[in-house]
């Protein structure tokens, strides 16, 4: 029996998916640059509440 294993497109999807909300795309922008940020420190660089950066960063 073959198992329903995700293909590459949907690998591809699921990450660019989550890319979508601009929160994302400013934290992981925000973490490309390199270095360790407290949460807190990163909340206010990209301008959201911490509980938000939770929220997003569990996605």
Do not use: C, F, W
């Not at 591809?12 to 420190?41: E, K, W």
């Not at 301008?47 to 938000?52: C, D, E, F, M, T």
């Amino acid at each position: 029996m073959k198992e329903n294993l995700p293909t590459s497109g949907d690998l591809l999807l699921t990450q660019l998916s989550a890319l979508a909300n601009p929160h994302r795309l400013r934290i992981v922008a925000a973490l490309h640059g390199g270095g360790r940020r407290y949460v807190s420190q990163l909340a206010r660089e990209i301008g959201i509440s911490r509980p938000l950066l939770h929220l997003h960063l569990a996605k």
